[in-house]
């Protein structure tokens, strides 16, 4: 599931800085001019809460074991996991085929 998306058509590669900076909606392949829709909603969705359960977990199992916990430490641990959470974000983005309308395809021909 984790890994950078490809173009529906033609499987062409996208670079990480690219995908970051795309936005939900429709784009035209670089390689083979196919339209795709993007999709980072159902992803990152997925991604964030599969985050945050992992998250609770995590500090309840260090509440639950260690009595004298340091509160810093919990506290960067945290972030650290919420940083690179963010750094793989990008890999949730998906790309999907978007079919070409009859007028778009009438005008492709011209
Ligand atoms: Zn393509």
Known sequence: MLK???CPHCHAVYSYKEVSEMKQGERF????KKKYR???ITGSLIFISAVCIVLVC???FLF???ENINMILLILLNLSVVTSAVL??????RFKAEKIKKA???RLKK
Do not use: G
């Open 88 to 93: 793989i974000l990008p890999l949730t983005v």
């Open 38 to 40: 993007v999709d980072k």
């Open 58 to 60: 995590l500090n309840l």
């Open 4 to 6: 950078l998306p490809v």
């Open 104 to 106: 778009e395809k009438r």
């Open 29 to 32: 392949c670089y390689h083979c």
């Open 64 to 66: 639950c074991t260690n």
